[in-house]
C-alpha cells in the first residue's frame, strides 16, 4: 500500500507557478552517482509537482533519504532560487545547518558565496547566496524584520519532527505569511520537512493551514535490521554494557560499521578511550590531542603583571580586534544540551568500572578505527565520520543523540543502543531546570536502530528489554510545551502578536507557562501593564494580550533572553555597558569552567584532574576580586575570567591551563562583538555612543552592577533561612527564594558557597540531589523594595495566600512570584 497522498488533491485551480527555466547543475561523477542511490531522487517529479501546484508541501522521509542534500537542488534546478529571491532552510541545530551547506554546495559544485550558512555566531552569507542553511532562530530574527519574509522564494523546514520551539514557531508564523504573499502577488513556497511520520499535528491542525497540504511518502531503500532486545531488566552501568556489546560485535561478527549512541561527551569520550586501549590502533589513538600550542610568554607577562598590580583585578583587555557580527540571528545553544560538562557531575555514571578483565587487550585481527561524535566536536574532527575508515580496519563511531537524524554515517551495519538520552528539563513555571538521562522514545529508538540497514541488512542491539522499550513514550513531546517560553514571547508581541494565547501553535504550550512568561514579561516592564480589575481569572485571560511597552521593544533587539535584555537596557549608566556585556554573554553561554569531577579512567588521570581543579579553584579565588567587589560574587568571578583571558589573547593553551572552556571562551568572544553591535545599533537611535573598550571596573561599578543584575533577575532573590526560622535539618545553610517553598543551597563551585551571604540573587536553580543557586551575588536588602517594587507587597500580609503550585518531579513548590517578597522577609521600611 502506498502511502502517498494523491498530489493534485490540493491543487489550487490557479495557473501554476512553476518557473520556467532550468538551471544546470555540473556535478561530478562521483557525486551523481552517489546521488542516483538516493531514494528521494526518484521521487524528484512527484515532489516538484506538488510543490509547483501547492503553496504548502510536506515531505516525509527516513533518515539518509536525501532530504536536506537533495530537495535544495530539486528547487535550485527547478529556477526557484535567483538573485532576488533565495531558497532558505531552516535546522534546529547548528551543526546540521553548517555540515549541510558545505555539503550541498560540494554536490553543486558552487562556491560558498552562493550556497551558504548562517547560525548566531558565524555565516557565510553573501549577495550572491541563493540557497542558504540556517539555525531556525535565526530565521525567526528575519521575521521580526521582514515580516513576509520577501528574500525568499521558498523555505524549508527541515526536521520538523524534532519539534523545536522555534520551529514550531515558525511554522506558525508560516502559516500566516504564505497566504499574505499570495495576496501580494508574491507567493512563498512553504516545504516541511520531517523523519518520522507525526505529521497530525500539521495536517489535521485546521488552526494551522486552511487548505490540508499534501504529504509526500519517500520510500527509503532500507534493509532488513533485525533487532536484538536485551533479555535482562535494564542496567545502570549502560556505558559498560555498550563496551561488552562492541567488543563482541567485533570478535564475532562479519566487517561492517559499529554506531553506538549513548547520552553525553564524557561518557563517548570514555568509551572511546576504553575501546582505543582493547583494539589499539595506532595512528588512531593519537587522535585528538592534536590541538594545542601557544606561548607561555604570554602567560607569564599576565602573571607578572598581577604581582606588582595588586588592586587591579582585571587585566585591561582590548575590545578592537572583534569580528563584529551582524546582529540579525538568534538562535541559541541548544546543541549543547547533551553535554556533560553542562550537566554537572551528579548524574554521570560510573563509567570506569571495574570489569579489568575486558578492560585487557583482546586480541583481534581487525583493527577498530574509533570516532567520537557530538555536537560541541570541532567541526574537522565530525567531518571524520563521513570519510571511509582505513583499509583494513572497522569503523566505531561513539555519538550521542546529534547521529540520531541530523547526520547520517556511511556503512553502518551494527547499532548500539542504550536506550537513554541526556535532556535538560525545565518545571514549566519555576523555569528550574535539571539535566536528566531518562528513556528514548519508541519513535528515537526505532530512528536508531535504522541506521544499521543503510547500504545493507543490518542488527541494533538494544541494551533494554522489550517490557521496557513497549513502556517508552510513543513520541518525545515538542519541547514547546516543555520548556519556559518568555523569550519567545517576547519575540512575539515584538511581531506585534499580542493575543499569544490565541497563535496557531502546532502544539500549543501550556497556558501556566504562557502565562508565567507574561508575568514576568510584565514584571520586567516589557510588557504594558493591564489594569487590573475583574476576577483573578478575567485578570489572567487580559494579561495574556498585554501589548509590548517601549523598554520591550528595546530589549527585544537583544539576542538574548529577556531578563538579560532588562540587564543591557539598564546598564548605559555609569558606564556599566562593557561589563554588563560581558556578564550577560558570560551567563548565556554557560558553563565557562571545566568540569573536573567526572570519573577517570585510571589513577593517573584522577590525580591529573584533582591537580586541575586545585588551579581552577585558586584561579577563581584571584578572579573574584577584592573588596566590595567581591560582593558581585560568581558574576566578578566570570568577568575576571573573560578579562584575564583576553588579555592572555584568548588562547587555547591558557583557557586549558586554567580550567576554562576554550570554546565557551570564544563564544563569549563572539556574543560580546554581537552584544556591543545590538547595543550600539539602539544607542545610536538615542544619540549615544558605547565605548567598545573595558577597562576594569571599579568598586562603584561593581555595586551597580549588582543592582543592575538584581533589576534583571528580580523574581530570583534569594534569603538565608534565620536561626529561629531553622525547622529541621534539611533547611541548615539553606535559602528561601521567592519561587519556591524548598530549602535551596548556594552551589559548591560557587565563590560565596561559604560565606553564606544574608540575601542573594541567582542566575539560576539546578535540581541535582539538592536545589542549586548557581551564578551568585550578594544583594542588600534595601536595594528590592526600590529596584523590585513589582514583587514587593508593601500592605498587610494577604489572608488568603494564593494556591501552591506543585512541580511534575513534587519536589517544588511555589507561590506566583508576583506575590512574593512581602511578609516573611521583613523588608527595611521604605517610603514609597
Ligand atoms: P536526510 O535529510 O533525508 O536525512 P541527507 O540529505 O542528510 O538525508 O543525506 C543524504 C546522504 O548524503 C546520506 O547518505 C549521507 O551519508 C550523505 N551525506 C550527508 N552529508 C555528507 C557529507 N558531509 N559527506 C559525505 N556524505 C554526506
Ligand atoms: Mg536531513
Known sequence: ASPHVPVCQAASNKPSCKPAVFIPVDRS??????????????????????????????????????????????????????????????????????????????????????????????????????????????????????????????????????????????????????????????????????????????????????????????????????????????????????????????????????????????EVHALCRRLRKAFPFQKNNTAGNDDKEESVEEIRTFKKSRKRKKVM????????????????????????????????????????????????????SLPLYVLPLYSLLAPEKQAKVFRAPPPGTRLCVVATNVAETSLTIPGIKYVVDCGKVKKRFYDKITGVSSFRVTWISQASANQRAGRAGRTEPGHCYRLYSSAVFMDFEKFSAPEITKRPVEDLILQMKALNIEKVINFPFPTPPPTEALAAAEELLIALGALKEPPMTGRLKQQLAAKLSCPISPLGRIMATFPVAPRYAKMLALSRQHDCLPYAITIVSAMTVRELFEEFDRPAVSEEETA????????????????????????????????????????????????????????????????????????????????????????????????????????????????????????????????????????????????????????????????TTKLYMKGVSVVEPEWIPALLPPYCHFGKPLENPPPSYCSETGRIRCHRPSVFYRVSWQLPAVEV
Open 608 to 767: 591529573k584532574l584533582k591537580g586541575k581543579k586545585a588551579r581552577l579553584l585558586q584561579m577563581q579565588r584571584i578572579w573574584a576580586g577584592q573588596g566590595s567587589m567581591q560582593k558581585l560574587g560568581d558574576l566578578m568571578v566570570m568577568l575576571g575570567a573573560v578579562g584575564a583571558c583576553e588579555y592572555a589573547g584568548c588562547t587555547r593553551k591558557f583557557c586549558e591551563e586554567n580550567g576554562l572552556r576554550y570554546k565557551a571562551m570564544l563564544e563569549i568572544r563572539r556574543l560580546r562583538g554581537q552584544l556591543t553591535t545590538a547595543v550600539n545599533s539602539v544607542c545610536t537611535d538615542a544619540g549615544l555612543y558605547v565605548d567598545p573598550k573595558m577597562k576594569p571596573p571599579t568598586e562603584a561599578q561593581a555595586t551597580y552592577l549588582r543592582q543592575i543584575v538584581l533589576a534583571g533577575l528580580g523574581d530570583h532573590v534569594a534569603r538565608r533561612v534565620q536561626a529561629e526560622e531553622l525547622l529541621d535539618d534539611k533547611w541548615k545553610n539553606a535559602y528561601k527564594t521567592a519561587l519556591l517553598d524548598d530549602p535551596v543551597f548556594i552551589h559548591p563551585s560557587s565563590v560565596l558557597f561559604k560565606q553564606l551571604p544574608e540575601f542573594v540573587v541567582y542566575q539560576e536553580i539546578l535540581e
Open 29 to 266: 561523477p562521483e557525486i551523481q552517482e552517489a546521488r542516483l542511490k538516493l531514494p528521494i531522487l526518484a521521487e524528484e517529479q512527484v515532489i516538484m509537482e506538488a510543490i509547483n501546484e501547492n503553496p504548502i508541501v510536506i515531505i516525509c522521509g527516513e533518515t539518509g533519504s536525501g532530504k536536506t542534500t537533495q530537495v535544495p537542488q530539486f528547487l535550485y534546478e527547478a529556477g526557484y532560487a535567483s538573485s532576488n529571491g533565495a531558497i532558505g532552510i531552516t535546522e534546529p541545530r547548528r551543526v546540521a545547518a553548517v555540515s549541510m551547506s558545505q555539503r550541498v554546495a560540494k554536490e553543486m559544485n558552487l562556491s560558498h558565496r552562493v550556497v551558504s550558512y548562517q547560525i548566531r555566531y558565524e555565516g557565510n552569507v553573501t549577495d550572491e547566496t541563493q540557497i542558504k542553511f540556517m539555525t531556525d532562530g535565526v530565521l525567526l530574527k528575519e521575521i521580526q524584520k521582514d515580516f513576509l519574509l520577501s528574500k525568499y522564494k521558498v523555505v524549508i523546514i527541515d526536521e520538523a519532527h524534532e519539534r523545536s520551539m522555534y520551529t514550531d514557531i515558525l511554522i506558525g508564523l508560516l502559516s500566516r505569511i504564505v497566504p499574505l504573499r499570495e495576496k501580494k502577488g508574491l507567493p512563498l513556497k512553504l516545504i516541511i520537512m520531517s523523519a518520522t511520520l507525526r505529521v497530525e499535528d500539521f495536517t489535521d491542525n485546521n488552526r494551522l493551514f486552511s487548505v490540508t497540504p499534501p504529504v509526500i511518502q519517500v520510500d527509503a531503500r532500507q534493509f532488513p535490521v533485525t533487532v536484538h532486545f536485551n533479555k535482562k531488566t535494564p542496567l545502570d552501568d549502560y556505558s559498560g554494557e555498550c563496551f561488552r556489546k562492541v567488543c563482541k560485535i567485533h570478535r564475532m561478527l562479519p566487517s561492517g560499521g559499529i554506531l553506538v549512541f549513548l547520552t553525553g561527551q564524557a
Open 313 to 364: 583585578t582585571l587585566p585591561k583587555i582590548d575590545l578592537d580586534n572583534y569580528s563584529v557580527v551582524p546582529v540579525d540571528e538568534g538562535d541559541e545553544d541548544r546543541d549543547a544540551e547533551t553535554d556533560d560538562d553542562i550537566a554537572g557531575s551528579d548524574i554521570d555514571l560510573d563509567l570506569g568500572d571495574g570489569d579489568s578483565e575486558e578492560d585487557e587487550k583482546i586480541d583481534s
